[in-house]
Nanobody
Framework: QVQLVESGGGLVQAGTSLRVSCVASGRTLSRSIMGWFRQVPGKEREFVAGIHWLSGSTYYADFVKGRFTISRDNVKNTVYLQMNSLNAEDTAVYYC?????????????????WGQGTQVTVSS
């Protein structure tokens, strides 16, 4: 079992930055992929970024375009999503998820555990 708790969401203005965090507990993540997804009402949950916990390899959605950075802190068992140059289209509930290392990192159905989500709202 893995428990995931996101934090750091909020209301920000377009063009600014925000960092959301996800603290994981329950077991080691050395064989895990951690992913960030987002979802708006009426749309499917979409992949934002992922990181292989052990190697640190990262993966990004095309729409990130260098604006977002995913990272992890092995000591704190925390994964971060640094979001820069935010725009109104980034408004969504952001979720972190954990899955085994062999999954397709961009496919939400392959993740086993999910956090409760944190709301990010970008005003234009």
């Amino acid at each position: 079992q893995v428990q995931l708790v996101e934090s750091g969401g909020g209301l920000v203005q377009a063009g600014t930055s925000l960092r959301v965090s996800c603290v994981a507990s329950g077991r080691t993540l050395s064989r895990s992929i951690m992913g960030w997804f987002r979802q708006v009402p009426g749309k499917e949950r979409e992949f934002v970024a992922g990181i292989h916990w052990l190697s640190g390899s990262t993966y990004y959605a095309d729409f990130v375009k260098g604006r977002f950075t995913i990272s992890r802190d092995n000591v704190k068992n925390t994964v971060y999503l640094q979001m820069n140059s935010l725009n109104a289209e980034d408004t969504a509930v952001y979720y972190c998820a954990e899955g085994p290392i062999w999954i397709s990192v961009r496919e939400p159905k392959e993740y086993n555990y999910w956090g409760q989500g944190t709301q990010v709202t970008v005003s234009s």
